[in-house]
Nanobody, 121 residues
């Protein structure tokens, strides 16, 4: 089991920046690939970014490439999402998720409670 707690959400003007954090507790943090997802009102949850257990590999949704950066600090059991050049369409609840690195298929088994990001125009 791993427990995930997000923080860092808030209200920001378009063009601004926010950094989300996700603190993990429980099993060894470096055993997990980590991801960020988001869900806007009336829409399905969508993938935003992911990072491998070592931090050596990342991938992003096309909608955030060049604006968002995912990173992790295994010594602090924390994954981050730096969000720059925010747009109103980035408004959503952002969720942190964990997937075991040993699984043959990535399965996001663990989720945080989410943090609200609101971008005003």
């Amino acid at each position: 089991q791993v427990q995930l707690v997000e923080s860092g959400g808030g209200l920001v003007q378009a063009g601004g920046s926010l950094r989300l954090s996700c603190a993990a507790s429980g099993r060894t943090f470096s055993s997990y690939n980590m991801g960020w997802f988001r869900q806007a009102p009336g829409k399905e949850r969508e993938f935003v970014a992911a990072i491998s257990w070592s931090g050596g590999s990342t991938n992003y949704a096309d909608s955030v490439k060049g604006r968002f950066t995912i990173s992790r600090d295994n010594a602090k059991n924390t994954v981050y999402l730096q969000m720059n050049s925010l747009k109103p369409e980035d408004t959503a609840v952002y969720y942190c998720a964990a997937a075991s690195k040993s699984a043959s298929v990535t399965t996001w088994n663990y989720w945080g409670q989410g943090t609200q990001v609101t971008v005003s125009s």
